[in-house]
Each structure stands twice: as structure tokens, then as C-alpha cells.
């Protein structure tokens, strides 16, 4: 199984990414999906997850991102998308997309347990 992240890199306060991450190797549209970050000296903490269908009303969200962040998956591509806006310096991080060990976003779905497979992770930082 291969997780492959892409889109980080650096952005002033206020402005917007998107990162993508792309899955093989397995039944991508099985597994609700993940994105989580890790920041130096900090655990490794959920932002957001996603229903295997990408159902809106499964989606969850960590709550310093909520209404700024926005998760989304394309199951033809086996890819899952973080639409990052009104980035703040506290949001600087390494982001790690991760399949979840269940098909939709599980009550746990924060905790790192979840995860079945981890991507390799893409620099986020947010300059002041």
C-alpha cells in the first residue's frame, strides 16, 4: 500500500492551501480517510476525517480547524483532498494522510489506533 501526500509548503498568515493525497494498493473507496499533522515536540493529532462515500454529515473536523478546513475524496482517483483556508502560524505542521481501519469516521477517529496505513507527510508552514 502506497500513501502519497502533496501540496504543502510555505504561505502567509491568512492564505490558503491544498494538499492531496493519493492511495494504492488497496480498496481506497473501503476506508473513510484521514489527515493528521505533527508539529516538532508535539503528538501527532487528527485535523479531519472522511466517510468512505465522502458524506458530508460523517466528515469530522479537530476543533482549531473547524470552518477554515475542508476535507473531500474522490473515489475515481483514490484520492482525498484537505482545502486549507485562513491559515494561521499555529496550523505549521507536518501533514499525514492516513486510511482509517473502518469505512466511515469512527468516535475515535483522532486517535492514531485508527490508522491502517500512514503517508510519508508534507510540510505545512504559515509565516506570520
Known amino acids: 500500500v502506497q500513501v502519497v501526500e502533496s501540496g504543502g509548503g510555505l504561505v502567509k498568515a491568512g492564505g490558503s492551501l491544498r494538499l492531496s493525497c493519493t492511495v494504492s494498493?488497496?480498496?481506497?473507496?473501503?476506508?473513510?480517510m484521514g489527515w493528521f499533522r505533527q508539529a516538532p515536540g508535539n503528538r501527532r493529532e487528527g485535523v479531519s476525517c472522511?466517510?468512505?462515500?465522502?458524506?458530508?454529515?460523517?466528515?469530522r473536523y479537530g476543533d482549531s480547524v473547524k470552518g477554515r478546513f475542508a476535507i473531500s475524496r474522490d473515489n475515481a482517483k483514490n484520492t482525498v483532498y484537505l482545502q486549507m483556508n485562513g491559515l494561521k502560524p499555529e496550523d505549521t505542521a507536518m501533514y499525514y494522510c492516513?486510511?482509517?481501519?473502518?469505512?466511515?469516521?469512527?468516535?475515535?477517529?483522532?486517535?492514531?489506533?485508527?490508522?491502517?496505513?500512514w503517508g510519508q507527510g508534507t510540510q505545512v508552514t504559515v509565516s506570520s
Open positions: 472522511v466517510h468512505r462515500y465522502g458524506e458530508d454529515r460523517n466528515s
Open positions: 494498493g488497496l480498496a481506497f473507496e473501503d476506508y473513510a
Open positions: 492516513a486510511t482509517i481501519t473502518a469505512s466511515y469516521c469512527v468516535n475515535t477517529w483522532r486517535d492514531t489506533d485508527v490508522v491502517g496505513y
